[in-house]
């Protein structure tokens, strides 16, 4: 069953504007991950957030966790036309040593 | 360093043949996963090996497929006897160790269609 789960699955911003992708889960983890998928490619990975954190930055990313809502939030700050792609959240659950991804956001950036 | 590599990157195969999917890992690296994905969805956790070893097959489907990760060489995916419901992308991601401090690198996919 899906883990993780995005909220919206699509979203249409504006160059410059802030992009903000939420991302559900079920079970206990160890850790959350963000990874970006463009179209046709391979993942990349973005930043990883572990169970006992509660805001990560990196770059224009912020990642947010709150577990006894068993949800995070991934904010894109001043968007650009490159960041243009699919955004999925993975878990990494208690007892697993593999990630368990969600349906993914498509962000797209016009410019 | 070249990353995890994934050929062939475009796979065609007719119903009933054999598909071999391989992935070298990045250098370093002795923990290998497979994912695949279907159009629209997110990617679903197939196998994790490490080198001569199946960790967790969990995800395979019992059938048809199969995976090594020899001491010499890359990780294959095999599957047999391929049917429609076969096409998709096939992800790798290796790391150095199991959970990796700073997340999975994976290889570009191998993109399969089975006609």
């Known amino acids: 069953s899906q883990q993780g789960e995005e909220d919206p699955q699509a979203l249409s911003i504006q160059e410059g504007e802030n992009a903000t992708m939420n991302c559900s889960y079920k079970t206990s983890i160890n850790n959350l991950q963000w990874y970006r998928q463009n179209s046709g490619r391979g993942l990349v990975h973005l930043i990883l957030?572990?169970?006992?954190?509660r805001e990560k930055h990196s770059g224009r990313l912020r990642v947010t966790l709150d577990t006894s809502k068993k949800s995070s939030s991934l904010l894109i700050t001043a968007s650009r036309a490159a960041d243009t792609a699919s955004y999925f959240c993975?878990?990494?659950?208690?007892?697993?040593?593999?990630?368990?991804f969600g349906k993914g956001t498509m962000l797209l950036v016009s410019p | 360093n070249a990353g995890v590599m994934q050929n062939p990157r475009h796979l065609v195969r007719r119903r009933g043949q054999e598909a071999r999917l391989r992935c070298s890992p990045m250098?370093?690296?002795?923990?290998v996963y497979w994912y695949r994905q279907l159009p629209e969805e997110g990617l679903k956790f197939m196998v994790y090996l490490q080198k001569e070893n199946i960790i967790d097959e969990s995800g395979m489907p019992k059938e048809r497929f199969s995976a090594e990760f020899p001491k010499e060489g890359p990780s294959i995916l095999r599957i047999q006897q391929v049917v429609r419901g076969d096409s998709a992308a096939y992800f790798c991601a290796s790391s150095d160790r199991d959970r990796p401090l700073y997340g999975y690198t994976f290889g570009s996919g191998t993109r399969l269609t089975v006609v």
């Open positions: 250098k370093g690296h002795s923990h």
């Open positions: 957030i572990r169970s006992n954190e």
């Open positions: 993975a878990t990494d659950s208690t007892g697993y040593s593999t990630l368990t």
